[in-house]
């Protein structure tokens, strides 16, 4: 049921009416098992403790079954389906780098108003990655790409036709990257 973003133990422990600890084995265990994984923010060792990870499900069709399971699929509501498109490229992305070592890392950028995801050929290269449904707006990207000195962003939108590059904007359909 969470909304794109991360998430803390503590919120989850409470909306669960469990202890942290307990939250932090469950999300480890799932995570070993790669039914979900983990995608953490940008920076040191302060910003990993500080700020929430983000936890997708390998598959984008289980986070859509189980929220129809849950009575919380609507076809028509574009913050699911939002979800769920950002669930599709982040496993993706999980996928090639466990299989194919590329990106070599996957963060998020933690600052307000930044990309979906930061991808990582090697330590100082990263390529901002924005996620959307019908979106064409690109201020958040061309944001994440001055504030991280990137050469170019990825945008991932159902609002494209076809794969483009504009300055230093590649644009790819939604349906076109579903079949990488």
């Not at 910003?47 to 189980?66: D, E, G, Q, V």
């Not at 963060?107 to 064409?136: C, H, M, Q, W």
Request: glycine share 8%; no cysteine.
């Amino acid at each position: 049921m969470q909304k794109p973003g991360g998430t803390s133990d503590s919120k989850l422990a409470e909306r669960l009416k469990a202890s942290p600890t307990l939250i932090r084995t469950i999300l480890n265990i799932l995570e070993k098992t790669q039914l979900i994984f983990s995608v953490k923010p940008y920076g040191g060792p302060g910003k990993m403790i500080r700020k929430p990870w983000k936890y997708y499900f390998l598959s984008p069709s289980i986070n859509a079954a189980l929220n129809y399971k849950l009575g919380n699929y609507d076809p028509v509501n574009r913050e699911i389906l939002g979800g769920l498109a950002e669930n599709l490229v982040a496993s993706t992305f999980f996928r090639w780098k466990e299989t194919h070592n590329i990106p070599l890392n996957i963060s998020y950028p933690t600052e307000k108003g930044g990309a979906d995801f930061l991808l990582f050929r090697n330590l100082d290269d990263s390529i901002p990655v924005e996620v959307g449904l019908n979106k064409k707006k690109t201020g958040q990207l061309k944001k994440s790409i001055r504030n991280y000195g990137s050469s170019y962003g990825i945008f991932i939108s159902n609002g494209f036709s076809k794969i483009d590059k504009k300055n230093n904007i590649i644009t790819i359909p939604l349906t076109t990257f579903s079949f990488l």
